[in-house]
């Protein structure tokens, strides 16, 4: 998949954010991104801790694995997962 690839120590997702959904969830592929729509606003930092704490559930990894490393006021996001294949999140994912 184009939105995830492996790094070493683990793999880099690229994200695309919808706030305020009705609910947290993954919706598919958009524009070679992986969509999730957070039930979180983006105020405060709200959203990126929902997103962290949705991929920590979904990959089994600890949230202190889960860094956002770009993108953090944008719903463009690239995010680093330590300790997982780009297979496993595809597959985790429902990619």
Do not use: Y
């Amino acid at each position: 998949m184009a939105w995830a690839r492996d790094e070493a120590g683990g793999v880099v997702l690229e994200i695309l954010v919808q706030p305020r959904a009705s609910r947290t969830r993954v919706v598919g592929e958009h524009d070679g991104r992986l969509k999730i729509q957070l039930a979180a606003p983006p105020v405060e930092g709200e959203a990126n801790a929902a997103l962290v704490e949705f991929l920590a559930g979904a990959l089994r990894a600890r949230k202190a694995d889960v860094a956002i490393v770009r993108g953090d006021t944008g719903r463009r996001k690239t995010v680093r997962v330590a300790g997982v294949t780009a297979a496993a999140a595809v597959s985790a994912l429902g990619g």
